[in-house]
Each structure stands twice: as C-alpha cells, then as structure tokens.
C-alpha cells in the first residue's frame, strides 16, 4: 500500500479519529469510576458486610481500563501516521488485553443491578443494626458499618428502615432483642428534629404522631419515614452499575470498529 496514496490518507485520518474518540473516552471512563470508588454516598459499608462489593471492583478495573486506552490510543496514533506493522500489532495486542478487561469490567457490573433488591439490604439491617454480639471481629466490625451507615442514612435523608419503620415491628431483629417495644418502636435516628438535629418530641415519636416521626411529604423539620430509605440506598447503586456497565459497551463498540479498521490497515502495509 502506498502511503501517499489518497485513500490511504483518508484510512490514516479516520483511524487517527477514532482513536482520538477512545482516548478522550478513557479519560472520561476513568474520571467517573474515580467518582464512583470515592463513595459519595457512603454506602461501602452496606455491601462490604454483604460480601459482595463486585460494583466497586468493576469501577476500579474501569480506572486502569480507562487510562489503558487513553495511552494505547495515543501509540495508536502514532502507529497509524509511521504506518509500522510492528507498532501496530504491539498496539492490537495490548488493545485486545486491555478490551478483555473492560468487557469484565461491565459484565461484573451490569450483573450486579439485579443484586441491590429490598430483601437483601432488610435482611441485613434486621441481623446487624445495633447487634454487639458478633462471633467474629470481621462481623463485629461489619455490624459497626451497617449500624453507623443507618444511623447517618435515617438521621440525614429523614427515612425509616428499608421499607418503612414498619419494618422495626414486622420483623424480628437484633434491635428488637435489645430495645423494649414501648420504648423504642424504632430507631430514634426514624424521630423527626429540629434545625439542631435535636427530636421533636421523642413520645409523639414512640407512639408514632405524624408530626414527629419521619414522614415523606411534609416540610423539612416534619419528614417522616413511612416510607423506607432503600430508595436511597439502591438508587445511587444501581445509577453507578449502569454509568460504569453501559458507558462501558458503548467504549468498547466504538473501540471494536476501529480495530477491525486498524486490522485492515495493517493488512494492506507492505512487510
């Protein structure tokens, strides 16, 4: 193949596009798996004491994917303008290595936005909100997490258990075991407060008063929680689940079209 030939310039400028595409895609895919294992919502500790935190592995391997392809697309540019045959097929090489890894990357997390159900975050809540009594230290420290993750949960966002602060009365817990029903219904973190995050009134809480325990609906001071707070735990979840799985396939077809491109092109370079 000639390389002043007219179509070879044309072939040349658009596999120099394409991967000006993939490099400015690794950084964008790198910046927001950053974002994602920054745990802005701070809901780690919920899925680590579920031993399965797979979502925040695939956003790490999407951090070294990202800036993988940043720099591959960067030799590939220069392996498409020298036209070399080895420096291209160093750079399909490691393409191929670092798109193996990217495919994991989504697949793991794609498969886990059908983990984040309401059953598992209940179940969870019931065996170790405010449970001492863990065999081991790994579950001792695990019931600190999830307690301490509730507790901020309930007080800050001003929602109730997972369902519903009927979840307290529904079901038995380790809470329940250690707190009379009369005088802890659930959770005081459920009371509503004031602007000092003092309860309104912890009787009018007790015995359930619209007015003084979290409920969804009515003004800042008064939310109540007869709505759960697994809204706010699955949400953010399942939006880093998708953000890091479907930009993920979206990256890799775009990658998988100027391979073939760049396959083709070192097809047609003579030895």
């Not at 394409?18 to 809901?43: K, Q």
């Not at 391997?61 to 030799?75: E, H, K, R, V």
């Not at 498409?80 to 697949?107: P, T």
């Amino acid at each position: 193949m000639a390389k002043d030939d007219g179509s070879v310039r044309c072939l040349q400028g658009l596999l120099v596009f394409g991967n000006v595409v993939i490099a400015m895609s690794g950084l964008a895919l790198m910046a927001e798996c950053i974002f994602f294992v920054t745990d802005p919502w701070r809901l780690y500790g919920l899925l680590e004491a579920t031993d399965n935190d797979d979502v925040f592995a695939a956003a790490w391997i999407g951090i070294f994917t990202g800036f993988s392809l940043f720099c591959l697309a960067a030799l590939g540019v220069v392996a498409v303008l020298r036209a070399g045959r080895k420096l291209l097929l160093a750079y399909l090489i490691l393409m191929f290595v670092v798109y193996a890894f990217e495919m994991a990357s989504c697949i793991t997390a794609a498969t886990q936005q059908d983990f984040f159900t309401p059953n598992l975050f209940l179940r969870q809540m019931l065996e170790r909100y405010q449970n001492q009594s863990g065999p081991t230290n790994d579950d001792q420290y695990k019931n600190k997490k999830v307690t301490d993750t509730w507790d901020r949960l309930m007080l800050q966002e001003k929602c109730c258990g997972v369902n519903g602060p009927s979840d307290w009365q529904d079901y038995h817990s380790a809470f329940r075991r250690t707190h009379l029903d009369a005088d802890f219904p659930w959770p005081h973190q459920c009371c509503a407060r004031d602007g000092q995050y003092r309860p309104l009134s912890l009787d009018g809480c007790k015995l359930g008063v619209a007015d003084y325990y979290h409920e969804e609906g009515t003004e800042a001071q008064r939310t109540t929680t007869t709505t759960g707070c697994y809204q706010l735990i699955s949400g953010p979840l399942n939006r880093q689940a998708w953000g890091v799985a479907w930009f993920g396939f979206a990256i890799l077809c775009w990658t998988f079209c100027v391979l073939l491109g760049v396959m083709f092109y070192w097809s047609r370079i003579e030895p």
